[in-house]
Nanobody, 120 residues
Framework: QVQLVESGGGLVQAGGSLRLSCAASGRTFSNYAMAWFRQAPGKEREFVASIRRSGSTDYADSVKGRFTISRDNAKNTVYLQMNSLKPDDTAIYVC??????????????WGQGTQVTVSS
């Protein structure tokens, strides 16, 4: 089992930045691919970014060039640096983990999520 706890969400104006964190516990963090997904009201959950065990990354086209995913295996934490935020980025952001090391899933472990709201 892996437990995931997100933090760092909040309210920000368009053009601003936020950094999300996801702290993992329970297993060897470095053995897991990690990802961020998001779900806006009335919409399906969508992939945002992922980072594999090797550190290689993948991004949704909608966030490429604005968001950066990174991991600190010593701290068992994955981060999502979000710059140039837009109102369309408003969603609940959820952290995910899986040992199968895929970029976009499937993912077996999920956090509870953190709300990000971008005002225009």
């Amino acid at each position: 089992q892996v437990q995931l706890v997100e933090s760092g969400g909040g309210l920000v104006q368009a053009g601003g930045s936020l950094r999300l964190s996801c702290a993992a516990s329970g297993r060897t963090f470095s053995n897991y691919a990690m990802a961020w997904f998001r779900q806006a009201p009335g919409k399906e959950r969508e992939f945002v970014a992922s980072i594999r065990r090797s550190g290689s990354t993948d991004y949704a086209d909608s966030v490429k060039g604005r968001f950066t995913i990174s991991r600190d295996n010593a701290k068992n934490t994955v981060y999502l640096q979000m710059n140039s935020l837009k109102p369309d980025d408003t969603a609940i952001y959820v952290c995910a983990a899986d040992q199968r090391n895929y970029y976009r899933g499937p993912y077996n472990y999920w956090g509870q999520g953190t709300q990000v709201t971008v005002s225009s």
